[in-house]
């Protein structure tokens, strides 16, 4: 049989189909993108919080990282995964990733301001990911995973402004923090199989590979900059 039949036959068709189907699995299982579920309920949430809590807003590439960071925060009481930050309505997975309605994979910050100030959340957002790289968080790369600081008052600009500062002085990062400082406007609570992600699939392979290690060079970074601060 010669190479061009070879090439044609059902057998290398099939080979040639599973290997296809093989890289995309791959692809999927590295990055923060699980296989589409669009008919999943969005919401838009209301930019108010329950009596004695306080809201924020951050983005800072893949959410499911996002959110596994702050949940661990004491003084956070909920964190939900959404979209922030664009210029059309009703953004679901499948839009946002198509990099045209600029929005940003968010997450909206329930906290009890009784025990961690929103300065304190801004240090961590700047801590928790890197600042520095524009349109990308590891092996995430668009403007959906673009580093942005939400504020609702013209106080917490200040605040988010000399946060930003604060970090750059410190040198933690090598490059300049580009991170977007942004009144939040808007804020769109993502599909359902979003929402505690790393809880509920803490062996799925970007969770293990990317969100997993990320978690752990912030707790790292961050006990770093405390101590320094304190010295």
């Not at 036959?9 to 080979?15: A, D, F, L, V």
């Not at 009784?114 to 240090?123: D, G, H, N, P, V």
């Not at 300049?176 to 009144?183: D, G, K, Q």
């Not at 808007?186 to 969100?211: C, L, M, W």
Request: net charge neutral.
């Amino acid at each position: 049989m010669n190479q061009a039949k070879q090439e044609r036959s059902p057998k290398n068709r099939m080979e040639w189909g599973f290997k296809l189907f093989s890289v995309f699995i791959l692809l999927d299982s590295i990055a923060c993108s699980p296989l589409s579920l669009s008919s999943s309920k969005i919401e838009e949430l209301p930019l108010t919080s329950p009596p004695g809590t306080s809201i924020a807003a951050f983005a800072e590439g893949c959410f499911w990282c996002s959110e596994h960071i702050f949940e661990s925060i004491p003084g956070v009481k909920e964190v939900v995964s959404g979209y922030a930050g664009g210029h059309t309505e009703n953004p679901t997975y499948d839009s946002v990733n198509t990099e045209t309605t600029g929005h940003a994979e968010t997450v909206l910050v329930y906290y009890d301001p009784s025990k961690i100030q929103f300065a304190e959340l801004c240090r961590i957002f700047f801590l928790s990911h890197d600042p520095t790289t524009k349109d990308r968080q590891g092996p995430d790369i668009g403007s959906s995973y673009r580093s942005i600081l939400f504020y609702k008052t013209d106080r917490e600009k200040k605040i988010a402004i000399e946060i930003q500062k604060e970090i750059a002085v410190a040198n933690v990062w090598r490059n300049p923090i580009i991170s977007e400082i942004l009144e939040l406007k808007r804020f769109t609570k993502a599909e359902g199989y979003h929402q505690d992600f790393i809880k509920r699939n803490p062996n799925q392979s970007y969770v293990r590979n990317v969100s997993i290690p990320r978690y752990y060079e912030f707790q790292k970074r961050y006990l770093d900059y405390r101590k320094s601060k304190s010295q």
